[in-house]
């Protein structure tokens, strides 16, 4: 049985308009009116291909096809579908869709697994709205607990709580996910660079997953007037925060073994053309295959910011999230290796420099991941594009896993 092109693509055209920035890419922050529009389009897409559905105090939505097993795991199918600021159509959203189309295929074959099968749609992935990432699969496993859930905060304040409830999402039953009641978690994503294309290949199995360690740095200095201050009595919290923001990449380049180092996000207080900076709030993502330079790196990024700590001017370093590098499940990456040979597809391994929520749920459940091809390498912009005969193919090898999965194996 071979997936169908035209749902696939009916899914992620119908998924790109619920945006905030139209025209301007896919803006859909977590509990916003673009996700209760894209939650409500998943659900219903979810009914009609025979699941159950149900949310979860965090916001992570599920759609279930019961198994022949009673109270046994399920095999969790599925991604994320917020999106980062001005993203594309396809980074999650695809991966949603695709674990949809399994669902379709397992409806249209009338195929009754024996473990459950479960599609999840997860919320936060990117770290949008709360920063920090992969929060709905954090939340879900209780990597972040209840209580820190409910007290992270936007940008303007609103709580997750008040910004579920603002869409009409029940917080009250926010916690974690039984982990015995998962089997696996198999995920499709794009693969946000260029190898796939380069190789000319439409497939990759992904073996392992970037470390990656994010930080919100603060820092403080005092506001004064831009004409009337000499230079040498300004405490001008953004030259502090240019000169530690212009070490990063010496940082990263000097640590090597794919070591990367980003700021992509900056706040400046109080943002008047005439006002020198009072302070300055910006992100660091720090990423590496290795662990113990991830550490190092970080380390590094923490003396760089502590030397410009002087003079009036003060800093504070938050570290919002860490995660180490992972390696996905063995017997899950060969299912996928035997099935696309199977399928004649051809296929090659690879390394993910993007974080996904696989990095989380990997902990506590056998996980596995396929990538499919990004136009030019490109993604986190609205250019992101993925071909449809692309995802039909990662979709024919995802549903004979999942079914395979659904049966016996054991992972
Ligand atoms: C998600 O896209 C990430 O790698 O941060
Ligand atoms: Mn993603
Ligand atoms: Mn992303």
Known sequence: MQANEQRIEAHIENLRQFTATPGEGVTRLTYSVEDLKARNYIKEQM?????????????????????????????????????????????????V????????????QNLTPTYPLEVVAMIEEEGGRFQGGLMGSRAMLGVLSAEDFAAQ???????????????????????????????????????????????????????????LCQLEVTIQGQAGHAGTTPMNRRKDALVAAAKIIAELPNIAVNESHHTVITTGRLQLYPNGANVIPEKVVFSVDIRSNEEVHVKNAVEQVKACILREHKNGISTNIAQLMYISP??????????????????????????SGAGHDAM??????????????????????PEEYTKTEDFVKGTNILFEVTKQLTEAVEV
């Open 97 to 108: 869709v695709v674990a949809l189309e399994v669902a379709a295929m397992f409806q249209a």
């Open 47 to 95: 009914t009609a291909y025979g699941l159950t559905v149900s949310e979860d105090g965090f916001g992570n939505i599920f759609g279930k096809l019961n198994g022949m097993l009673e109270d046994a795991p399920s095999v969790l199918i599925g991604s994320h579908f917020d999106s980062v600021p001005n993203g594309g159509a396809y980074d999650g959203t695809a991966g």
């Open 153 to 211: 905060t936007d940008v303007a304040g609103i709580t997750t709580i008040e910004a579920m409830e603002a869409i009409g999402l029940n917080p009250l039953n926010a916690k974690p996910r039984p982990v015995e009641t998962i089997k696996a978690f198999l995920e499709l994503h794009i693969e946000q660079g260029p190898i796939l294309e380069e190789k000319e290949i439409s497939i990759g199995v992904v073996e392992s997953i970037v470390g």
């Open 326 to 351: 992972k390696e996905l499940n063995h017997v899950i990456r060969d299912l996928f290796k035997q099935t696309s040979e199977k399928l004649a597809i051809p296929y090659c391994s690879m390394h």
């Open 360 to 381: 989380v749920l990997s902990d506590f459940t056998a996980s596995g991941m396929i990538f499919v091809p990004s136009k030019d390498g490109l993604s986190h912009c």
